[in-house]
């Protein structure tokens, strides 16, 4: 069975543009959710989305939004991009949401310049 | 609000030392508790939970003992290998939907 994957594994944007990330999850899982890792912050919980609802959502500025499709895949989009936006996004499935057992991607490394 | 601590690292072992890495909690509810290692270049992998109070995860030799007394949930390990080299994430989940919080991480170096 594939695990989580995330796509693309590296992306340089600088700052003001706008960048789109994608998760396909492990195949039958319905949930997603996305954490951005940065060395200051360290791991922090953006959103989740179950059956294409976003049903728990982070601290994050409106700048940063997600979605899912019917076929469990996810995105998360930055738009306006600052220099502090730069981190590893990590993208985690599960079966039925919640977090008893989430498996994570490998993540996208993002660089704002 | 909900948080998590560890103890800082890089933590360095030879091998076939014992490993304790320190973690406590901050918590209105009872949340579950888990320990997740990441390996260079990859993703989190859960390594082990406890849903309870006094409940004990364990996984490839690891072990973490959900202490609400004192608000820890420690890692251990009784000998270490090179291959643990890793940073290793305590984290907690108010069960109110998909949201870990996480430690900093400790990242532990084992030497041959």
């Known amino acids: 069975k594939a695990g989580v994957t995330q796509t693309p594994r590296y992306l340089i944007k600088t700052r003001g543009q706008q960048v789109t990330l994608s998760c396909s999850p492990i195949?039958?899982?319905?949930?997603v959710s996305w954490y951005q890792q940065t060395p200051g912050q360290g791991l922090q919980f953006l959103f989740e989305?179950?059956?294409?609802?976003?049903?728990n959502k982070g601290n994050f500025p409106g700048r940063f939004s997600g979605r899912q499709f019917s076929n469990s895949r996810s995105e998360m989009n930055v738009s306006t991009l600052e220099l502090g936006d730069s981190a590893l996004y990590l993208c985690?499935?599960?079966?039925?949401?919640?977090?008893?057992?989430?498996?994570f991607g490998s993540g996208t490394q993002l660089s704002v310049l | 609000g909900d948080s998590v601590t560890q103890m800082e690292g890089p933590v360095t072992l030879s091998e076939e030392a014992f490993l304790t890495i320190n973690c406590t909690y901050t918590a209105t509810g009872y949340p579950s508790l888990f320990w997740y290692v990441q390996y260079p270049g990859e993703g989190l992998q859960l390594l082990l939970k406890?849903?309870?109070?006094?409940d004990k995860g364990s996984n490839k030799g690891f072990e973490a003992t959900y202490r609400k007394e004192t608000t820890s949930f420690h890692l251990e390990k009784g000998s270490v290998q090179v291959s643990d080299s890793a940073v290793y994430f305590c984290?907690?989940?108010?069960?109110?939907?998909?949201?870990?919080?996480f430690g900093q991480g400790t990242e532990l170096s084992v030497k041959p």
């Open positions: 406890a849903t309870k109070a006094d």
């Open positions: 984290a907690l989940s108010d069960n109110q939907g998909g949201k870990l919080i």
């Open positions: 989305y179950f059956s294409e609802t976003q049903r």
């Open positions: 985690a499935s599960s079966l039925v949401g919640g977090t008893e057992k989430l498996f």
């Open positions: 195949s039958g899982h319905r949930s």
